[in-house]
């Protein structure tokens, strides 16, 4: 009866040791996330030009970059600013980068405060629009009341750009205006479609550098593929 009961044995260990693996490999075969910049890259011919990590309490400190920030979330904003840089249309007065993603959620917004405000930093006429009508956050984040005129009220032809703009910092020295919102509107796809939005456009391209565009997601509604039109460069977050 000893050898018999040594091959259970053996057998029990082999099987002990096994089946961790087993479900280890499993597991990541099954994964349908996405957790790494190698697999993004070999999912799509997209480039992927930042890697951003996550930052802390963005709810009550929306921007988390300054003159003197050198916080490793600051430094990979500067890194995204300057590979930017490589895709967008030089020689041209005013450069757009439109701020988009999958699903609501994923930062977006939070992305294009911070990138506005580094080209601010850098000395930059910086517009900064909220075009997210359906569920604008930048509004909330920068603590404004959304009862005021926004892009809406521009769309509809009840304002003109420049009476709706918001200047962002206290510093004489930077050039930030944020177009917030405004009221959500019932049909934010038509109205950015309209007769109106090219006033919104001869208005940037005659008073900025960069215009900074917060979106809504692109997998949800198709606002962000008819600004795309305007973009010299569009970021998927």
């Known amino acids: ?30 994964n349908r996330k996405v957790i790494s910049k190698r697999q993004l890259q070999a999912m799509t011919n997209i480039p992927v030009i930042a890697e951003l990590a996550q930052a802390d309490n963005t709810e009550k400190l929306p921007f988390v970059i300054d003159g003197s920030q050198r916080s490793m979330f600051a430094e990979q904003i500067r890194s995204l600013r300057t590979n930017i840089n490589f895709y967008r249309t030089h020689g041209k007065k005013t450069n757009y980068v439109l701020i988009t993603s999958s699903v609501s959620g994923e930062g977006k917004s939070f992305l294009s405060m911070n990138l506005a405000k580094s080209y601010a ?72 479609s309209g007769e109106f939005i090219d006033t919104i456009k001869k208005h940037l391209d005659q008073h900025y550098d960069v215009v900074v565009i917060d979106t ?9 593929q008819i600004l795309g039109e305007w973009a010299d460069v569009t970021l998927i977050v």
Not at 216 to 224: E, L, R, S, Y
């Open 121 to 192: 930093l850098q000395g930059k006429k910086v517009a900064l629009l909220e075009f997210d009508l359906r569920r604008p956050k930048i509004t909330k984040a920068l603590n404004l009341s959304g009862e005021k005129p926004g892009l809406s009220s521009v769309l509809i032809g009840k304002v003109a750009p420049a009476e709706i703009a918001l200047r962002i910092s206290e510093d004489p020295k930077e050039r930030f205006d944020f177009y917030p919102a405004g009221a959500i509107p019932p049909n934010p796809q038509e109205l950015i």
């Open 216 to 224: 809504p997601p692109f997998g949800i509604v198709a606002d962000a």
């Open 1 to 30: 009866l000893q050898p018999a009961r040594s091959k259970v044995l053996i057998a029990a260990i082999l099987v002990g040791l096994f089946l961790p693996l087993l479900f280890a490999i499993l597991k990541e075969v099954l």
